[in-house]
C-alpha cells in the first residue's frame, strides 16, 4: 500500500508538471498571436529556449536557493561519496522529489515566460536568455524559499506578527507579481518599440497579428492552469476540488468583466480568464466560490483599465501587458486571499489581511531590486535591444533569419 501510494502522488504531480510544461506553448501562442508578423518566429523560440535554459538554471542552483542543495545533490559530502547523490537514492519513493522538482521548475519557467510578452519585439535574444538564467537561479528561489520553502524566518516572523503566515497557495505572488514586476523593470530599461509613441503625443497602432492565435494561447494557459493550481496540492491526499471551482469562477468571473470594460474587445476578453485566474491562485484553496468570482471579476477590471492606462497615459510600452495580467493581477490575487479567505466572507480562515499586505509588499520589491540588479547589468554590459535596423527588420529575419510569413510560396517544383 505504501508503494502504491508513493506511485498514486508520483503520477499526480507528473500529470500537474506536464500541464503547466503545457502552459508554456501557451505562453507562446499568446505572444505570437499579440506581436506584428515579423516578430512571431521569436516569440516561438525565446520561449522554448527560455524553458530550456530556466530547467539548467533551476536544477543547479534555483530549487537549492529555494529548498536546500542537499535534495537532488550532495555536495562536498564529508564520507568522501559521489558529488552527486546515486541514481538509486533519487528514485527511492518511486522519484517522488525528483518529479516534484519537475513540477516547481514549470513554475519557475514560467517567471521568464512572462517577462518576454513584456519585452517582445525590440529584446536582443542571447542578453535575454542570461538574464532568464539569473532570475530562475537566484531571485525567484529567493522568494520562493521565503515563502515556500521556510527560509529565513520570514514566515515565522510574520506569524508572530500578524497571527498568520503569508498564504499562497498556488503563486499569485510568487510566480506571477514576481514575473510582472520583473518585465516592469525590463519594459522600462527597454523603452518602447521604435514608432510606438510620437514626439508630438500621438501613438502609432500596433495591432496583433493574429487574434486566433492569441486566443488559442489563452484556451492553452486557461486548461492548463488547472494543473498549475489543483496540482499545486503535490500530494493525492490533500487535492481539493474546492481548488478546481473556485480557479473555474475566477476564471469566467475575469473573462465577464473585460467583456464588459473592455466593450468585447478580443484581446481583452482572451486576457480576462488569465487575470481571473492569476488573481486566484493564492487563495484557491480557503476561497468560497463566490469570494473567487468576485476576486476574478475585478483582476479582471484591473487588467483592462490598468493596460490602457500603462499604454495610453503612461506610455509604457509593454506588449502583451504583463504588468497590469501578472504583476497587478498577482498582486491582487494575494490580498484578494486575506479578504475572501476570511471566515466572515465564506472563506475557510486562518489567513491575515496584514499578513498578505506584507508579503506581497515584499514580493514586489524582491521582483524590483532583483530585476534592476539584473537588467541594469546587462544594459550596462552588453546592452538589451536591437540596433534600429534589426527592429525595423523585425526580430525573425534579424536573429534567425526565417519569415513565418514568406512573401510569396516558391513553386520552383
Given amino acids: 500500500m505504501e508503494n502504491l501510494k508513493a506511485g498514486t502522488d508520483v503520477l499526480f504531480i507528473l500529470g500537474g508538471a506536464v500541464m503547466v510544461l503545457a502552459m508554456h506553448s501557451g505562453f507562446a501562442f499568446l505572444e505570437l498571436g499579440t506581436v506584428r508578423k515579423k516578430n512571431q518566429i521569436n516569440a516561438l523560440v525565446k520561449i522554448l529556449c527560455d524553458f530550456c535554459v530556466s530547467t539548467i538554471a533551476y536544477f543547479f542552483v534555483g530549487y537549492g536557493v529555494a529548498y536546500g542543495a542537499s535534495v537532488l545533490f550532495g555536495y562536498g559530502l564529508p564520507n568522501g561519496g559521489s558529488f552527486f547523490v546515486n541514481a538509486t537514492k533519487l528514485a527511492e519513493g518511486s522519484g517522488y522529489e525528483l518529479v516534484k522538482f519537475f513540477f516547481l ?24 536568455l542570461a538574464a532568464t538564467f539569473f532570475i530562475v537561479a537566484l531571485v525567484y528561489p529567493f522568494f520562493e524559499g521565503i515563502v515556500w520553502g521556510g527560509k529565513f524566518g520570514f514566515q515565522e516572523w510574520i506569524k508572530a506578527t500578524t497571527g498568520a503566515p503569508f498564504r499562497d497557495f498556488a503563486g499569485s505572488v510568487v510566480v506571477h507579481t514576481i514575473g510582472g514586476w520583473i518585465a516592469l523593470v525590463a519594459v522600462i530599461l527597454l523603452g518602447p518599440r521604435a514608432g510606438r509613441y510620437r514626439k ?32 499545486s496540492a503535490q500530494r493525492v491526499e490533500a487535492i481539493s476540488g474546492l481548488v478546481a471551482l473556485n480557479s473555474l469562477m475566477a476564471m469566467v468571473g475575469g473573462t465577464l468583466a473585460a467583456m464588459v470594460v473592455g466593450k468585447s474587445d478580443p484581446g481583452f476578453v482572451h486576457n480576462g480568464p488569465l487575470a481571473g485566474l492569476v488573481a486566484v491562485c493564492a487563495g484557491s484553496d480557503i476561497m468560497h466560490p463566490i469570494g473567487a468570482l468576485a476576486t476574478g471579476a475585478i483582476a479582471g477590471v484591473v487588467f483592462v483599465y490598468m493596460f490602457t492606462l500603462t499604454q495610453n497615459r503612461w506610455k509604457i510600452d509593454d ?43 515584499m514580493g514586489i520589491a524582491v521582483a524590483l531590486a532583483g530585476g534592476l540588479v539584473i ?31 514568406p512573401e510569396r510560396e516558391d513553386a520552383s517544383w
Wanted: glycine share 18%; net charge neutral.
Fill in 319 to 361: 506588449v502583451l501587458g504583463v504588468w497590469p495580467l501578472h504583476g497587478l493581477c498577482g498582486a491582487w490575487g494575494g490580498i484578494a486571499a486575506g479578504i475572501f479567505g476570511a471566515s466572515a466572507l465564506g472563506g475557510a480562515g486562518g489567513v491575515s489581511l496584514s499578513a498578505q499586505v506584507i508579503g506581497t509588499v
Fill in 200 to 231: 508630438g503625443g500621438g501613438m502609432a497602432a500596433h495591432p496583433p497579428s493574429s487574434i486566433p492565435f492569441l486566443a488559442l494561447g489563452a484556451w492553452i494557459l486557461s486548461v492548463g492552469w488547472f494543473g498549475f493550481n489543483v496540482m
Fill in 105 to 128: 521548475l514549470t513554475f519557475a519557467a514560467a517567471v521568464p515566460a512572462i517577462v518576454s510578452g513584456g519585452i517582445a519585439e525590440r529584446a536582443r535574444f542571447y542578453p535575454q
Fill in 375 to 405: 537588467y541594469g547589468i546587462l544594459k550596462a554590459v552588453v546592452g538589451l535591444r536591437l540596433d534600429q535596423e534589426q527592429e525595423f527588420a523585425g526580430a525573425d529575419l534579424s536573429l534567425h533569419q526565417i519569415s513565418a510569413t
